[in-house]
């Protein structure tokens, strides 16, 4: 099962890069959000392209040390990158880059929609993080290729963009972390949607003799926070949402 999973989540991503992000409701594919392809096809070449993912995360960068968070880029840098992209040009970056933050949102929105996420947490995440952009850093379990699946494409990990402040710890491309949560999201999603099914599975009549809910054993354990924050941390991570949040 996890490997026909990880088949079909790498498929549904490679998906929602080209033609759009989709969600499942009431048992249909439903397209919510645009895809990668679309936001980046506003820009003239790649060399435009590259400085757009630059004078993102400069916008998003600001948008962080407003709140007190830092993302590795100093803000010195982001002002006068910002400063420096006028003119249609200007146009054409906020247009990207707002797809781009709206495509990152459609796969949170895909997750609240299969019960993963609470809407009221995924509405709060977007009023922090109006122009949001994946800064996901490099670890020995995230340093590795990734299959887009079109079959012939094989990613690897690019050179990072920035070191973070205060880490040794890399970010990688955001471009790159978007395909990577991307992946993740609908790994998890799909997950989660076989979870769905067992647990309608026992409301159905005759079906009880197949499954059945076992009670929870009423073990009561104290647990401290700083044992359990670092795995928190992580996942929290690896979805593209900062732990401090």
């Not at 919510?32 to 096809?41: K, T």
């Not at 020995?140 to 040794?168: A, C, F, H, N, W």
């Not at 599975?201 to 009423?218: D, L, T």
Request: net charge neutral.
């Amino acid at each position: 099962i996890a490997k026909a999973l990880s088949g079909r989540s790498t498929y549904h991503a490679n998906e929602a890069i080209e033609h759009g992000v989709f969600s499942f409701r009431d048992g249909k594919i439903v397209k919510i959000g645009p895809s990668l392809a679309e936001a980046f096809a506003v820009l003239a070449n790649q060399e435009e392209k590259d400085d757009m993912k630059v004078w993102a995360y400069a916008r998003h960068t600001l948008d962080e040390l407003k709140a007190g968070r830092e993302t590795g880029m100093p803000k010195e840098d982001a002002d006068w990158i910002m400063a420096s992209v006028t003119g249609d040009k200007l146009a054409r970056f906020e247009k990207a880059a707002n797809l781009w933050v709206d495509f990152n949102n459609a796969l949170l929105q895909m997750w609240v929609d299969v019960g993963g996420m609470m809407q009221e947490e995924f509405d709060e995440l977007k009023k922090k993080f109006p122009n949001y952009l994946p800064l996901l850093r490099v670890r020995p379990d995230t340093v590795r290729g990734i299959q887009t699946g079109r079959g012939e494409q094989y990613m690897d990990l690019p050179s990072p963009v920035k070191k973070r402040k205060g880490s040794d710890l890399q970010i990688l491309d955001p471009e790159i972390a978007t395909i990577y949560r991307a992946v993740l999201f609908y790994q998890r999603a799909n997950q989660q949607l076989v979870a769905n099914a067992l647990v309608d599975a026992v409301k159905v009549e005759g079906m009880g003799r197949f499954i059945h809910k076992e009670p929870k054993p009423q073990v009561h354990n104290q647990v401290s926070m700083n044992r359990v924050w670092g795995q928190i941390k992580n996942n929290l991570e690896l979805m593209g949402i900062p732990a401090d949040v």
